[in-house]
């Protein structure tokens, strides 16, 4: 038997158990969602070639462990019918994740998941020193933890008050966390932009409407969860397009390729080049030059 190519399986989502010739096969599954349809499928996959169960990992993928070495090609074909696709491991962008955001959340900010499979079409598998994540959050509730991931996106709003439709009942003060709202009788609602965090809020428990807010994106960088633990970091202000939001998640990650040494994680290259010329880089990105 030819000697197996375990760097190319690998590639392809098939990761190598303890156990002889049998293989865990990660799938791509963006954002979390898996159609009824794929989901069937894969459920006859792992009765067919695996052990009957599947492995919910913790960036919402599904992985079918005991595969048989000489079973691989049968199980992509059977999973391509069903439109389930293997996903990848090692160096290179892996499956986004996200939370299900505005089309289903009510706190959600952005759709959340639509950001996640944009973001896959554009940067799914790109081979890189290192594996390189993105995460896509809803709202400031975080329920994705943005800033674990080398980019991480949390939806938010830029807000306004419309004083005229106003009618000074404070229930927006109530509802911020971030103590950015202070109400008077005399003078109505007044905003600490010094102190709000954009999490809209306001927007969504005004009565009348009053308070307006334009989605928006708030990106960090360079976050880690593993052997070492850093949060992402917040360079520019919140984000309110789609075509600056890819300037810049294309400026970091090409920076990252063109400064990484094999096997260094964003975080560290960061630390050994120095941060700043990676803010100058995204801040340029971020203004369009």
Known sequence: MAAIDYGSLKKGGFMRQKQKGKFSLRLGV?????????????????????????????????????????????????????????????????????????????SGCIDSYGIGVELDKRYFGRELPHKFKFGVTGCQNNCLKAEENDVGIKGGMIISLAQEECIKCGVCEKACREEALTFSEEEGVKLNPDKCNNCGRCVKSCPTGAWKGESGYIVSFGGLFGNKIYKGEQIVPIIEDKETLFRVTDAAIGWFEKNAKPSERFRFTLQRVGEETFREEIKKAYEGK
Do not use: W
């Open 30 to 106: 963006v954002g979390g969602n898996l159609t009824a349809e794929g989901l069937a499928t894969v459920a006859k996959v792992a009765e067919k070639y695996g052990k009957g169960y599947v492995h919910m990992t913790s960036r919402q993928g599904v992985e079918i462990p005991f595969i048989d070495f000489n079973d691989i090609e049968e199980v992509k074909a059977e999973l391509a019918k069903g439109g389930v696709r293997p996903g990848v491991c090692g160096p290179r962008v892996r499956t986004v994740t996200a939370c299900q955001g505005s089309e289903v959340c009510p």
